[in-house]
């Protein structure tokens, strides 16, 4: 069994910068990537970002692409997210993510390629 743990996420102002982390503990050697979905009211669970813990290799949504960004620490089993030009539109539920295949061979921007998740954690973003 895999156990994610995530970093409390916070409120923020638009404009402004969060990080947050995910550490990977058990039987994380098990595991080939890890990523980040987000969840607003009323809304399905969506895709942010997903990273190789091999390769290093990430793919992210378009909604995000160029102010987040994702990165790892392999030697803690640790993955990282880092939020820049924070917008409203942010805001939501933060689930880490992790896998057991490797990137190339699932649909990685669904929930139901990843096989554990963290208990997730609020950021919200105000105007």
């Known amino acids: 069994q895999v156990q994610l743990v995530e970093s409390e996420g916070g409120l923020v102002q638009a404009g402004g910068s969060l990080r947050l982390s995910c550490a990977a503990s058990g039987r994380s050697y098990i595991t080939y990537a890890m990523g980040w979905f987000r969840q607003a009211p009323g809304k399905e669970r969506e895709f942010v970002t997903t990273i190789s813990w091999s390769s290093g290799t990430t793919y992210y949504a378009d909604s995000v692409k160029g102010r987040f960004t994702i990165s790892r620490d392999n030697a803690k089993n640790t993955v990282y997210l880092q939020m820049n030009s924070l917008k409203p539109e942010d805001t939501a539920v933060y689930y880490c993510?992790?896998?057991?295949?490797?990137?190339?061979?699932?649909?990685?921007?669904?929930?139901?390629?990843?096989?554990?998740w963290g208990q997730g954690t609020q950021v919200t973003v105000s105007s």
């Open positions: 993510a992790a896998n057991r295949a490797p990137l190339t061979s699932i649909d990685y921007g669904f929930p139901r390629s990843y096989d554990y």
